[in-house]
């Protein structure tokens, strides 16, 4: 029996409208209407849509309104069927433009196994870069797993501009990290993921669609022009990773792992695959190897004997802890952004800088805007004027592999060892020694 019998005399629409009046906003003692989070309430014979706008609840939060208006609804007489649906959100499609070129800079988070940090480290470090005043895009390429929109309490469903171009959904922290951040306050910071396309289906997507699927985001997504784009990998070397590495001019990449051997091994590798791609490693980030206890404040190791990660040839950024706060709380609060979020975004930043400046040393021969006819005189001077067992380096603002093939003709043999890495976006090095 319904408790709406006593009013079956007023129309539908008003008695599911008075329904609706009894559900509160959770954050504010209002309804639901007062509360501004219904857009349209449309009723078909016994069906009754109602559009709502929940989309600044976190994602609990903004079921548990939908199921309390979904009974509120179905409870009175005449209803046979009750739909929420979310309200289409304008979106501000100003000067935006198309496309991950757009960004200043990339920066890729990967790991090489699953569950090690990553999408927490990626979160940890938008939003430490956003507080600290860049305007921040976080592109959620974990297809199989998107857990961004989580972690930041945003939902979609994904807008799009006037020509059709998806908009990424704000989840800039207006009014936290009070106090904590350094420069003019902090930046905004927009999030993409297909975790927001599709609310909470996995995605099956593999070979060719994952590739389709990321190449038609990485193009066509309309960003507000942000400073920093950071990409969250999913786990491994697979389809997305490659993906990535070919659609977009990834500047740095910072690995995730925690400090297990086995976990550092597969980095090693994955390392490496990106070494080969031409990414500048910016380094690594040691995550959950220990942990504070609440109780006394003691730091208490949760992997025995040596860290494996002082074997890989890359700078640790930052050395994680496992506490709550990074489990529940990787963007700023109100209280501020963590520490150890403010100490990595300065770890990236410092590693940017330092692999942007480019210290040619005395010995080293400068192609940096030598013109192309130039190169080989200058690379055979250089060459040709140092002794025996001597470092040979080459600085070039552009792969040097065709060096070696030149030096090996020059001598008539094999060099034994010919190491090429790209420092930063413009700058490669190249290194050997003479026989
Ligand atoms: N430093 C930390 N302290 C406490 N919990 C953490 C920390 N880092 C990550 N976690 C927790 O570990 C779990 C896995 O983290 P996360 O989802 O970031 O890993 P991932 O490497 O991105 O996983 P996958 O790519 O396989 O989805 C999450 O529950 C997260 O809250």
Request: aromatic content about 4%.
């Amino acid at each position: 029996m319904s408790s709406e019998d006593t009013t079956t005399t007023e129309p539908l629409s008003d008695r599911v409208e008075a329904a609706l009046r009894k559900v509160r906003d959770p954050d504010a003692d209002v309804n639901v209407f007062e509360a501004g989070l219904i857009d349209d309430v449309r009723i078909d014979g016994g069906d009754v849509t109602v559009q709502a706008d929940l989309s600044e609840f976190p994602p609990s939060e903004g079921q548990a309104v939908t199921s309390t208006m979904m009974r509120a609804v179905s409870d009175v007489d005449g209803v046979e069927r009750a739909h929420v649906e979310q309200a289409p959100r304008s979106v501000d499609t100003q000067g935006r433009e198309v496309g991950v070129e757009r960004a200043d800079r990339v920066i890729a988070v990967a790991s090489a196994k699953g569950g090690v940090g990553k999408t927490t480290v990626a979160t940890t470090l938008a939003c430490a870069l956003a507080a600290d005043g860049d305007d921040v895009a976080l592109f959620d390429a974990d297809i199989h797993g998107p857990n961004v929109p989580e972690l930041l309490s945003v939902s979609g469903p994904v807008q799009s501009d006037e020509d059709g171009h998806p908009v990424p959904v704000d989840a800039s922290a207006s009014d936290a990290a009070d106090g904590k951040t350094s420069g003019d306050g902090p930046g905004d910071l927009e999030v993409m993921s297909v975790g927001l396309m599709n609310d909470s289906q996995p995605l099956a997507w593999r070979g060719a669609m994952a590739h389709d699927a990321l190449t038609e985001l990485f193009e066509e997504t309309a960003w507000a022009g942000p400073d920093t784009l950071v990409i969250d990998l999913p786990p491994g070397t697979g389809d997305v990773a490659l993906t990535t590495l070919q659609e977009v001019r990834v500047d740095g990449v910072v690995f995730v792992t925690t400090p297990f051997h086995a976990a550092v091994s597969d980095t090693h590798r994955s390392l490496q695959l990106f070494e080969e791609n031409e990414v500048p490693v910016l380094g690594v980030v040691s995550n959950m190897g220990e942990f504070v206890c609440d109780a006394c404040g003691e730091h208490h190791d949760l992997f025995d004997g040596d860290d494996p990660i002082d074997a890989l040839d890359a700078p640790v950024l930052a050395e994680v802890p496992f506490t709550g706060e990074m489990q529940s709380h990787p963007r700023p609060t109100p209280d501020g952004v963590p520490d150890v979020a403010l100490e990595l975004g300065a770890a990236v930043g410092g590693r940017i800088e330092d692999i942007w400046t480019v210290e040619v040393p005395e010995h080293a021969v400068d192609l940096r805007g030598v013109p192309p006819e130039k190169r080989r005189d200058r690379v055979r001077e250089a060459f040709e004027g140092i002794g025996s067992g001597e470092r040979f380096e080459v600085v070039s603002d552009r792969n040097p592999g065709p060096v070696r093939e030149f030096l090996e003709d020059l001598i008539d043999g094999k060099l034994k060892g010919f190491r090429v890495k790209r420092q930063n976006p413009d700058t490669w090095r190249c290194r050997t020694e003479k026989p």
